[in-house]
């Protein structure tokens, strides 16, 4: 069974610059979940989605950052402009039950 | 404010030996506790998890133990081997979230 897909793994980019990465979660989970791991810190959720609808995103700078899930299948995050302080690993989940949540790689992001 | 903490960001233990990692959260409401290993440049990957109902759950050479009055779990490795060798997140599920700890990474020392 394939898991959690994310995309780029990398992303090295200048301030107030625009990013966006996608991830593709585990066949038939229909609970995805995007999380931001800072430096020393464990995740913390930015948004969660029950297929397409995103049922809890009060974490989510929605100043900057925006969030898609079309189809209920593959989502994507963008963060617009990149702000220093966003530099963190991203990271994507994707659970078939309500605890046992399954990650990807992540995607490290580096604003200079 | 940190619900769920993991107060020892580091520990050492000889292989063959017993690593024990510990985990407190302060909101009783939380129902479902599971540990997640980390290895660099990998998502974390789940480990073993504890109903707020029991107070042991045992996977192989994983034990985790929950005291629910003191608020307080463990995750118990025996023996401890070098693959062990990652960090070790702590979480909490309540209120349809899960809640990490800060982690605690671990050395297998040969």
């Known amino acids: 069974e394939a898991g959690v897909v994310q995309s780029p793994r990398y992303k090295i980019i200048e301030k107030k610059q625009p990013v966006a990465f996608w991830c593709n979660p585990i066949s038939g989970h229909n609970t995805l979940y995007w999380y931001r791991q800072n430096l020393g810190q464990g995740p913390e959720l930015l948004i969660r989605y029950e297929n397409e609808e995103a049922v809890d995103d009060s974490q989510l700078p929605k100043d900057r950052f925006s969030a898609e899930r079309l189809k209920g299948v593959d989502s994507t995050l963008k963060i617009q402009p990149a702000e220093l302080g966003d530099s963190a690993v991203y990271l994507c989940?994707?659970?078939?039950?309500?605890?046992?949540?399954?990650f990807g790689p992540g995607t490290r992001l580096t604003v200079t | 404010d940190q619900q769920v903490k993991q107060n020892s960001p580091s520990l050492s233990v000889q292989e063959g030996r017993i690593s024990i990692l510990n985990c407190d959260y302060t909101n009783s409401m939380f129902d479902y506790f599971l540990w997640y290993k980390k290895y660099p440049a990998e998502g974390p990957t789940f480990l073993i998890s504890?109903?707020?109902?029991?107070d042991k759950n045992e996977d192989g050479r994983f034990t985790v133990f929950l005291n629910k009055s003191a608020k307080h779990l463990s995750l118990h490795i025996v023996p401890s081997q070098p693959g062990d060798s990652a960090v070790y997140f702590c979480a909490a599920f309540g209120n349809e979230k899960l809640t990490f700890g800060t982690g605690t990474r671990l050395t297998i020392i040969p």
């Open positions: 504890i109903s707020s109902i029991k």
């Open positions: 989940a994707s659970s078939g039950g309500p605890w046992e949540q399954y």
